[in-house]
């Protein structure tokens, strides 16, 4: 069980929408709450996905954007991370669970 996130995403008020007329593409829209020992992050997940990648980017309540990421393959990459989680081992676990949570989409 990890300490650093306890509940990423609540799938209630998931939100699909197609971006364009016959674009293949996808995007939804998740509440998050990021749960640490000594408080909590809380906000909203936009993510996109094709075939092959899924994008998504995480803001808090305030509009302040935390992180975005990049799933493709075996691989989740976080880039743009804010300086209050800029710490690898808090990287690493968020990395693991969005790859855990989002690889089903992929066919993986």
């Known amino acids: 069980m990890s300490s650093l996130l306890l509940c990423l995403l609540c799938s209630c008020g998931v939100q699909n929408k197609a971006l364009g007329e016959g674009s293949s593409v996808a995007s939804q829209k998740y ?9 909590q992050i809380s906000g909203i997940m936009a993510i996109k996905h094709t075939e092959e990648m899924i994008y998504g980017t995480a803001i808090n309540e305030f509009g302040v954007k935390l992180f975005d990421f990049v799933i493709s393959g075996k ?23 969005l790859h855990t949570l989002f690889t089903e989409q992929l066919n993986i």
Do not use: E, H, Q
């Not at 509440?31 to 408080?39: A, I, L, S, Y």
């Not at 989740?76 to 990287?91: D, F, G, P, R, T």
């Open 31 to 39: 509440r998050m709450v990021v749960t640490f020992p000594t408080g």
């Open 75 to 97: 691989k989740c990459k976080l880039k743009n991370v804010a300086s209050m989680m800029n710490k690898w081992y808090i990287k690493r676990t968020i990395a693991g669970d």
